[in-house]
C-alpha cells in the first residue's frame, strides 16, 4: 500500500524492511496480551527514532497496525463477553487494549506532525489514510475509556481537533479511501472525526458496556451520514472547537460561532437510525451489516436505537422532575437479596439497635429530586457497580428504605466516580407474594418482595420489586401486608440481573 524509501537509515532494528517485516511475523506467533503490548513498544519506538523518512515511518507503522488488528479485536471481545471479570484481568485486558491504541495514535500524528514540517512531501498520496486512521484511533480510545466510565483526556479533544485540521488544510477531508483492507474499511477523515463526536454526545454514560458497543458500531455503521459544516445548519445540533480542548457539546442561544468551531450531527442518519429500528421490529433479527456479531441479541439492540433517537433529536430529553442541590450522605446496599433482607432488618428492628450490613456503603449525595439522587461513590469499594444495578438506599436521618437502579456513570475531573440513580419509588416495604393457581387457591409458599407504592395509583396499579423471573404477566398473586391482597398482574417494567420490577393491579382485598 505504501512505498518504501531507504536512504539514510536510522540505527533502528526496523531500518530494514524486510528485517521489520519478519519482526513482525515472528511477534505475532505470540499471545495477545504480548502481541499488543509488543506492538505498542515498537510504535514508542518507531515514533522516538529520528532519521526515518515518512514513507519510512508510515510503512512500519502499517505493518504493526495490520499485526494488531486481529489481537485487537480478540480482546475487545473477550472483554465484552465477560462483564463479570476479576478485577485484576479486566485491568490487564483494558490496559493491553488502550494502551496499543494510544500508542497507535500517538505514531499516526507524528507522522503528521513530520509531513507539517516539511518532511516527506512525496507522502502526500498517503494522507488521506494517515488522516482518517489517525482519526480512527482516537475514537477507539474514547470507546475503551468509556467502557470504564472513565475521566475522558483533554489529550482526546486536542489531538481529535488537530488531526481533523489536517485534514481540512490539506483539502482532504471529505475524500473517501480504503484506510483498511477488507469490509467496513472505506472511510474518510470526516467521517471517523464526526463518529467518534457524535458517540461522545450519544449520553454513553446511561449506557452498559455491551450498549456502548452496540452504539459504536450503529454510529459507525451510518457514519457516512453524519454532517459536518463551518455553519449552524439543520441536522447540526452540536458543535466542537478544533482549538479548545474541550468536550463538544450541544448547540445553544449562547453558542459562539468561530473560524475553528465545527458544527456536527446526524444529518439523514436520523431517519436511517429510526428506520433500523423499524425493520428489525418487523422483519426481527439484526441486520448483518451493522457488524454487531453473532453474540449480540436483538432484545440489547432495541433500546440502543431508541436511545440513540432520543440523543439525537432535535429537543435533547428533560428532566421529570427538577433537581435539588445538596450534601448529604445515604447508605447503600447492592442487590436484590441484600436490599431484601436489609429492609426487613430494619422494619423489624429498633433503629438504636440496628446496625448496616457488611456491603453497606455510604455515598455522598449533591442533588436530589423525586426522579432520583446524583452521588459521588468513594473509591475504596464497589467493583460491583454498573449501569442497571439494583441498590437500596437509606437516607442519613430516614426511617424507612428505597430502591434505585444505577442510570449514569462516569468520572468527574477530580477522578471521582458519579452516579445518576433513579428512584423506583417513594418506600421499599417488605412483603410475601403468594402464586394464585386458576381455581383462586393460593400456593402455600410465598416469595419475598418489595412494595415500592405508598398508595395505588389513579389506575389502581402499585410497584413491586420481586426476585428476577418472579413475574409472570398469566399469574394473579395475594400480596401479605397486614391484610391480604389480590393483585393481577399489569405490566413488566424493567429486569435486571437479579430482580423484576413489575406493576400490579390491586382487584380487592381479601
Sequence with gaps: MLSWLSSGRPDHPMANLKKARQLVVELLEHDSFRVLDECANWLDSITGTEGFALDHRLELIDLLDRGGKYHAAKLAQEYLDAPRLQKAYEARLWNASFGYWKALGAAYLYCIEQYQGG???????????????????????????????????ERIWRDLGRAYLFAEAEGLAAQSAAIYPGPHGESSAREEFSRTLLLAMSAPDGLNPIAIHVAERIIAHLGSEFAVQADPAAGCRFHFDLNMHRPPGRVTAATRSGAMVRYFGPGPAYQSLRQIAADIAQKGGIPEALGLGKKVEQAQVGPVLAHLEQYWADRPPTRSAPRNELATRITVVPGFPSILRWVQVITDTNSLEFSDPESAESWIVFNTSEGGYGAIVPAMRSDWLAIGSLIGLRGETADTCCAGVVRRLARDQYNQRRVGVQALGPIAVPVTLFSVASDGRASDRGAPALLLSKTPDRNGEISLLLRAGGYADNRNVHMELRDTY?????????????????RFKVVKRL
Design 119 to 153: 518532511g516527506g512531501k512525496s507522502a502526500r498520496k498517503d494522507l488521506v489514510l494517515l488522516g482518517a486512521r489517525a482519526l480512527r484511533s482516537l475514537g477507539v480510545q474514547l470507546k475503551w475509556l468509556l467502557l470504564r466510565y472513565g475521566k475522558i483526556e
Design 486 to 502: 389480590l393483585l393481577a398482574p399489569a405490566s413488566l417494567k424493567e429486569s435486571g440481573e437479579d430482580y423484576d420490577w413489575a
